[in-house]
Nanobody, 127 residues
Framework: QEQLVESGGGSVEAGGSLNLSCVAS?????????MAWFRQAPQQEREGVAA????????LYADSAKGRFTISRDVAKTTASLQMTNLKPDDTAMYSC???????????????????WGQGTQVTVSS
């Protein structure tokens, strides 16, 4: 089965931390040049948070994530993780993992580039 499975979401207080994990099926991971985390709050557009090239681990971040979030990939585990620290209420959203077989750096944080998606994991940050 080809799928991306997210885990690690939950509820935390502002200033807290969460680690999200996205495990890709082997077929998806083998064809994916990059993986990314997106988030979407109710009645808001989906936005890219962080992305990583699977082959060399180079990462890109949204301005809102820089200095607080870290994305990484584990080739052996076919996993992309998002370490989130100093969480804010504005970080509350459904976080989804995505993968793409073609990755243009300028589009790494744009959802239209990605062709494989997970179901999402909810992150709620209370004030």
């Amino acid at each position: 089965q080809e799928q991306l499975v997210e885990s690690g979401g939950g509820s935390v207080e502002a200033g807290g931390s969460l680690n999200l994990s996205c495990v890709a099926s082997g077929a998806i991971y083998l064809r994916s040049a990059c993986m990314a985390w997106f988030r979407q709050a109710p009645q808001q557009e989906r936005e890219g948070v962080a992305a990583v090239y699977t082959y060399d681990g180079r990462a890109l971040y949204a301005d809102s994530a820089k200095g607080r979030f870290t994305i990484s990939r584990d080739v052996a585990k076919t996993t992309a993780s998002l370490q989130m620290t100093n969480l804010k209420p504005d970080d509350t959203a459904m976080y989804s993992c995505a993968a793409s077989d073609y990755c243009l750096e300028a589009d790494m944080l744009r959802d239209r580039m990605y062709n494989d998606w997970g179901q999402g994991t909810q992150v709620t940050v209370s004030s």
